[in-house]
């Protein structure tokens, strides 16, 4: 009887465990009503939150992100920017010098909390900077709801980073963050982050929004404008309904995004075009000779969105906005802000394509930011690449779309500032590495794993990943058990050496012997991170014959991926640090040697990876 009693408790608690270990997320509802005063840059708001807890925790407090109180003197953002002086980001500061120290006290964004409420009863909650701790009146049991009631006032700071007044292209208005916004609750707790500078986080939620406004101001949002008829430039409508305040009032409503964002200016211009199998598109801009790019990016953005949605799976969401109103580019639901002005085309759908692609690797597929900034932005990037070699080929024809990627990648790691792309996406130490490890070595992560597993692997992979976890919230966890099922190889080893560390990559050629009939190679790791190498030779009748050779870490070789002949050879162990191999090519047959013809491979060093028989020498 105890044996038995044994394995039903064992059972029991097994099924607990893993009921603990299960995938949740949660959601919020929010409806916000605010009322403009647009003459003096503030706003009075209040909002009614429905949030589900989904997971098998009992919550006893929330918390709040409060990102404007960031923007005043001797913040914590004023206090990191200082203390990095020019290695910072630039657009915080000026000469070294923090922007954030010099704003004005009626400019310092502030978001003061009248009350909050649990299902009406009052909360006791404590401000740190820019996250707001709140105690529960009833805590919140697991798989259950309660609702927040709150108000508050805001003034809308000097635009420095992303929100704020009056940019530096004369839009009035960009509200972003702007309201008090729950934190993520996940299996790694809450996402406390306080707000340096650097990315969001947030769970997923619907939004019902209505912005009171003087009535001749125009709105550029990520959502859907429930009355187009009662505002102005939405509708062919010159009668815009304002109340006896002059006021317009506009609603807003989108579902299942991480945020709602907006911006207002008295000229701007709004455009839309429906894309074939895809979501209506939206450009709200000043209209002017500075931004006559705008009008010719429209073919361009159809292409784009139909070449994400062929590749990476579709958008989900009926429309998406490009509004002028950013410090540079930053990523909201259904909408991003930009800089309108640009000096070509090219430049502005390479912002805009950047930006939407985010709608992929930040909102449908929605990581964590602060903590794996590099699947955000680095997958963005990859992407990114990806479309704009297509709509905008180059002059002189590449091998592939991240080729110069990879040779910025180069450079900087000779620089000697590289910091590991596992870091916190606020804690890096220099503006330019935290560039490189979260833009360049996320995108190289990609480009690398393609090379590791083959291309048709690599497509598949980032399908199967938007099909899996599309409205979730994945980790580099999830990414790569897709990434080992589909290609069968053991990959951690992989993520480990390039997101863990700054070891690099650099194989070469250590001798050529040309023996009669035959040639033998030997090649030798000189690098820290131990690859699967792609050997090729070029015969005298332009004949490319590629040689294989995988490492034994990953315990499946991948299929060919390149062009010509392919043979795979025995693995390299990655404990040894040369290997030579035997090819049946006399030296009169051969015109060149080399690793990786296909310049996929981030190997820092390029000057030992080639032999041009004709000089014999190394290339």
């Given amino acids: 009887m105890k044996k038995i009693f044994s394995i039903i408790l064992i059972g029991i608690t097994v099924i607990i465990n893993a009921q603990k270990n299960a995938y949740y997320q949660q959601f919020a509802s929010y409806k916000i009503d605010v009322d403009v005063d647009a003459n003096n840059f503030s706003y009075q708001g209040k909002q009614e939150i429905t949030y589900e807890n989904n997971s098998p925790d009992e919550l006893k407090v929330v918390y709040f992100h409060l990102y404007w109180n960031a923007f005043k003197p001797n913040s914590m953002m004023d206090q990191r920017v200082s203390s990095q002086g020019k290695n910072g980001d630039s657009r915080l500061q000026q000469n070294g010098i923090s922007r954030l120290a010099s704003i004005p006290k009626t400019e310092e964004g502030t978001q003061n909390i009248h009350f909050i409420k649990q299902n009406g009863k009052n909360l006791k ?3 740190q900077e820019t996250i707001m701790k709140v105690e529960l009146a009833e805590p919140l049991k697991p798989n259950s709801k309660t609702t927040f009631t709150m108000e508050w006032d805001a003034v809308i700071p000097k635009q420095i980073r992303r929100s704020g007044r009056n940019n530096t292209e004369g839009i009035a208005m960009t509200m972003t963050q702007w309201y008090p916004k729950i934190v993520e609750y996940d299996y790694d707790g809450w996402a406390t982050f306080d707000y340096i500078g650097r990315e969001f986080h947030a769970p997923f939620a619907n939004f019902d929004v209505t912005i009171k406004i003087d009535k001749d101001y125009i709105i550029g949002a990520g959502g859907t404008l429930e009355n187009p008829e009662e505002v102005k430039g939405y509708s062919n409508s010159s009668n815009v309904l304002a109340d006896n305040q002059n006021k317009a009032t506009w609603r807003w409503t989108a579902k299942n995004i991480l945020d709602f964002a907006w911006a207002a200016d008295k000229d701007y211009t709004v455009d839309s075009f429906t894309i074939v199998d895809g979501p209506k598109v939206y450009l709200v801009y000043q209209k002017n000779d500075k931004t ?5 990016s429209k073919p361009y953005i159809e292409k784009y969105f139909q070449l994400m949605n062929a590749t990476f799976g579709r958008y989900v969401y009926p429309s998406y906005a490009f509004v002028q109103g950013g410090d540079g580019g930053m990523e909201y ?29 930040q909102q449908m597929l929605a990581t964590n930011e602060s903590m794996r900034p590099w699947m955000d932005e680095g997958f963005t990037s990859y992407a990114e690449s990806f479309v704009m070699d297509r709509l905008f080929p180059p002059i002189q024809p590449q091998p592939n779309p991240f080729v110069n990627t990879i040779n910025n990648y180069r450079k900087f790691v000779k620089s000697g500032k590289e910091e590991p792309a596992v870091w916190l996406g606020d804690h890096h130490d220099d503006g330019k590495a935290y560039t490189f490890s979260t833009y360049v070595k996320g995108e190289l992560f990609l480009v690398q794993l393609g090379y590791i597993v083959g291309e048709p692997a690599l497509s598949a992979i980032m399908k199967e990943y938007y099909q899996q976890w599309k409205l979730k919230h994945p980790t580099d966890r999830d990414f790569m058990h897709i990434a080992q099922k589909i290609s069968g190889m053991d990959l951690k080893w992989f993520q480990h050496y390039w997101i863990n560390t700054t070891k690099t990559i650099d194989y070469a050629i250590k001798e050529i012997k040309f023996e009669g009939k035959s040639t033998t190679v030997t ?3 000189k690098g820290g991170v131990p690859m699967p190498i792609d050997f090729s030779i070029l015969t005298n009748d332009k004949k490319v014959i590629n040689y294989y050779i995988p490492t034994n870490l990953t315990h499946v070789w991948k299929k060919k991926d390149v062009i010509g002949d392919f043979k795979t050879l025995d693995y390299w162990a990655w404990t040894q640090p040369e290997y030579t191999f035997v090819i049946p090519y006399p030296k009169e047959q051969l015109t060149a040697l080399g690793i990786d013809f296909s310049q996929r491979l981030a190997d820092v060093n390029l000057e030992d990876n080639y032999y041009e028989v004709k000089d014999q020498k190394l290339k």
């Avoid at 006559?292 to 010719?296: K, P």
């Fill in 292 to 296: 006559i790019y705008w009008e010719q």
């Fill in 333 to 361: 639901g259904m909408c991003t802000m930009i800089l309108g002005e640009a000096k070509k085309l090219e430049d502005l759908c390479g912002l805009m394509f950047h930006e939407g692609s985010h709608s992929w690797y």
């Fill in 523 to 525: 090649l030798i790791n």
């Fill in 125 to 127: 909650f404590d401000i």
